[in-house]
């Protein structure tokens, strides 16, 4: 298997609980998946919704960079952006080991347009390192 471009996926052990240790779930969207190198994707989030604009859907000021994405449906109920923050490349190894023992799942993709819009409001993103905008703008080329 392989990350897939424009494809929502739920990674059931993102990070620890500070306070408890557990393990939490997040969601992200991959924008590039290059054949050899790692794989560009931003986190999916709800929080701060009063604090986010919708229109236009790309957004890259401050506080809160993001691109409106709506309510994108089960299990994503609630209005989702593409937070546009800095987020490592995902290791295409460790990301078929995943996928493979379960701990990430494929959840929906998006529909092209809104595909092609979120890449490009990615790609021009303060945070996307000039690699990550370069992998992205070849995926969107490719679509």
């Known amino acids: 298997m392989s990350a897939r471009v424009g494809h929502i996926y739920r990674d059931n052990a993102f990070y620890a609980d500070g ?3 557990e393990l939490k779930s997040k ?3 991959v924008l590039a998946s290059p054949r050899s190198g790692d794989i560009v994707a931003r986190l999916l989030t709800s929080r701060y919704a009063n604090q986010r604009p919708e229109a236009p859907p790309c957004f890259h000021g401050d506080p809160y960079a993001g691109f409106y994405l709506g309510v994108l449906g089960a299990p994503l109920g609630t209005k989702s952006w593409l937070d546009l923050r800095r987020m490592d490349d995902l290791d295409r190894w460790d990301f078929a080991k995943h996928e ?3 701990r990430l799942k494929e959840i929906m993709s998006l529909p092209t347009a809104q595909l092609r ?3 490009e409001c990615a790609a021009g993103a303060d945070d996307t390192t000039r690699a990550q905008e370069k992998a992205i703008l070849d995926s969107l080329a490719a679509l």
């Open 100 to 102: 493979e023992t379960g």
């Open 27 to 29: 969601y992200f969207l």
């Open 19 to 21: 306070t408890t240790g």
């Open 117 to 119: 819009a979120a890449m």
